[in-house]
């Protein structure tokens, strides 16, 4: 049977389909169409900046640092370029672990490099390179290069490293840098100009580094660089050079910091010396020290566990951070009180019989049996503690304090350093607002004895004992202590005075700013002066005044014997002096943890400081010979005198019947 086509019929089909995929087509077209107007149109120029984005590529380029130069220009902190390791985890394909394996075949990695490593990658982001080897030489570099492609998420870096040439030299003062933290971020990250720091590093941790961080910075260059779809740099399309940080010059002269220091021959204390007139500090030492340079790429942990368990507290910052009684070294500073307030003249004198009774309490002068008929002079002179006992009675705590104020006993000298501590300076109304019970709160009058000769609540750092005795051989004027003398623009080598002017002036009378200076040299130049024996025949005249602070109390009838005594309870050694006498170039405050005497351990090494400072002569070997070095002092500066731990804070209104205090011994 023959089958016949309805050919209108499947025609009709055939136009429908054809129809319906026109339609498709159609919406299909006018979808794409839509799309590219939204793109071409309407999301142009957004596109279009990503586009450029892509192709461009801002890559920063840090400054170089400012260097720190000493007054002479010996560079105490500079740049160096060399090539370093680094591992980006997230790049990485094989293990971390696994990686440093294989690296440590062509470079050498020794263990410390990588617990170094490790600790910075816990500090950092994931995403961020940290090196696992610095200062590559050049055949390291050139095995690494040839197994490059090994390693992807591993790179060879140039970068500028910071390097302190003189090493342990003045550390306290130049301080150091370290790699940013993610604690630094965050502070970064606050900064106003926080854009600066895009690509940087390092920052400064401590001492000047850290103080002047933004003048030694510099300001962070940026290069525009055209780049290709791979990611390969094609060309440079425009460059803002970087501008390197200013130059620090300080006042320190280096030379007569490595004297000093030599001179310590490894005690621990500190000394601080400041040109009066200008308030330059001269030199700045704290013993014992450290190498900063441990610390730039992060300091290992055998290292670092060295310096912060080693009971001699190196990292210690003493001239600033250590607390200590000032002995009798304020005794010049209570005789001029007496003469400014009219409590004293010079021609007065007291009988020393060798004590001073206050109550049932006996306060002893370290002479037994007194020194006789003193007067201001021989007071000074020989030291006499019952004179000052006496006085400071006569005075009272809130006159001494008010007095003292503002020669900067107990006040931040500001310094250009961070962390400076305060001290304490004591008055009534400290003590009220320093305890919470009632009873503790009042003032007993036999707390103001031991004042007097440097001891009791009394506690300053060797800095503010420094910056009064400048003070005093200033005649007065005030000058701000400062490390940096001047600030060098890094572009333009302009230079900018950092304290160009006096902060204020104390007044005070000539005739009895003489007396006391007179004073002062006798205890060098006179026979019978308790440092005589040092610079009693020297080609300068100084002044000066030898200190004794104690440790720990000394019981009733016990006499201190420091054979009998553990090294570390031993009393501090202080000295201050200015010289020359008539116009002082240099003023020094120096403290020998658990030295002694004043004249035995501070004083010789305040000579060997004025003798190249003034005279430009160095010691000998033999008088660089090491002393016996004392124990450790666990306090770390954190002293109190004897006379505090007899807590005279008593209900009985005073110290307790029968006891006695222990003078100073210089």
Aim: with cysteine; glycine share 8%.
């Amino acid at each position: 049977m023959t089958e016949f086509k309805n050919t209108e019929r499947e025609l009709h089909f055939f136009r429908l389909r054809v129809s319906a995929a026109a339609i498709f087509v159609f919406i299909c077209f006018g979808l794409l169409v839509a799309r590219f107007v939204w793109l071409q149109v309407y999301k142009h120029e957004q596109y279009a900046a990503q586009a450029e984005d892509n192709r461009i590529s801002v890559v920063p380029i840090v400054p170089n640092r400012g260097l720190i130069l000493d007054r002479n220009g010996v560079v105490l902190a500079r740049n160096f370029s060399a090539y370093t390791l680094e591992i980006t985890p997230s790049k990485l394909k094989a293990g971390l672990e696994e990686t440093i394996d294989e690296l440590a075949e062509l470079v050498e990695i020794q263990p410390k490099d990588r617990k170094r490593f490790r600790k910075l990658v816990e500090e950092t982001r994931n995403f961020a390179s940290s090196p696992i080897r610095t200062r590559l030489t050049d055949a390291e570099v050139a095995r690494f290069t040839a197994q490059r492609y090994r390693f992807p998420g591993v790179e060879i870096q140039a970068r500028l490293f910071r390097q302190y040439p003189l090493g342990q030299v003045a550390s306290h003062v130049t301080g150091y840098i370290g790699r940013i933290s993610q604690r630094d971020a965050a502070l970064i990250d606050d900064m106003e100009d926080s854009a600066n720091y895009s690509g940087t590093d390092y920052i400064g941790k401590e001492g000047l580094e850290k103080s002047y961080e933004k003048h030694l910075h510099g300001t962070t260059g940026y290069e525009e660089v055209e780049v290709s779809a791979g990611g390969r740099a094609v060309r440079t399309l425009s460059r803002t050079p970087a501008s390197p940080g200013n130059n620090l010059i300080l006042s320190i002269d280096i030379e007569l910091q490595k004297v000093i220091e030599e001179a310590f021959a490894g005690r621990r204390g500190a000394l601080v010396a400041i040109e009066p007139a200008t308030g330059d500090i001269l030199a700045y030492v704290s013993m014992p020290t450290f190498d900063p340079n441990l610390f730039v790429e992060g300091i290992d942990q055998q290292s670092w566990e060295q310096l912060n368990t080693s009971l001699d507290r190196p990292l210690l910052n003493r001239p600033l951070s250590g607390s200590y009684p000032p002995g009798s070294t304020y005794k010049p500073f209570m005789a001029l009180a007496a003469l400014e307030l009219g409590k004293r003249t010079p021609a007065m004198s007291i009988s020393d019989p060798g004590y001073f009774f206050f109550g049932n309490h006996k306060f002893r002068d370290d002479k037994e049996g007194g020194h006789g008929m003193v007067d201001m002079h021989r007071s000074i002179v020989a030291s006499c503690d019952t004179y000052y006992y006496m006085l400071a009675n006569d005075l009272g705590v809130d006159a001494m304090h008010d007095f003292m104020k503002p020669f900067g006993f107990g006040q931040l000298t500001g310094i250009d350093l961070e962390h400076e501590r305060k001290g304490l300076l004591p008055s009534t109304a400290w003590k009220r607002s320093a305890y919470r019970k009632r009873e503790q709160q009042k003032w007993y009058a036999g707390e103001t004895i031991s004042l007097g000769i440097g001891q009791g609540y009394n506690s300053f750092t060797p800095l503010q004992l420094a910056h009064a005795v400048a003070n005093l051989a200033n005649n007065g004027i005030v000058m701000k202590p400062h490390l940096v003398k001047i600030i060098e623009n890094g572009v333009s080598r302009e230079r900018t005075v950092t304290v160009p002017k006096e902060s204020y002036r104390i007044p005070l009378k000539q005739e009895n700013i003489d007396v006391i200076k007179s004073a002062m040299v006798g205890v060098a130049r006179e026979p019978g002066g308790t440092s005589y024996r040092v610079f009693g025949k020297t080609d300068y005249v100084s002044a000066g005044k030898t200190g004794t602070a104690q440790v720990i109390a000394i019981r009733k009838n016990e006499k201190y014997d420091a054979k009998l005594i553990d090294e570390r309870h031993r009393d501090h050694s202080l000295y201050t002096a200015f010289a020359p006498a008539d116009k002082p170039r240099i003023a020094i405050a120096i403290i020998v943890e658990n030295g002694g005497f004043g004249a035995e351990a501070a004083a010789p090494i305040v000579k060997k400081a004025l003798d190249f400072y003034l005279l430009g002569k160095r010691p000998t070997d033999k008088d660089s010979a090491p002393a016996d070095k004392s124990a450790p002092n666990p306090a770390g500066g954190e002293v109190r005198s004897a006379a505090e731990l007899k807590a005279y804070s008593e209900a009985e209104g005073g110290p307790k019947a029968g006891a006695e205090t222990e003078g100073n011994k210089d």
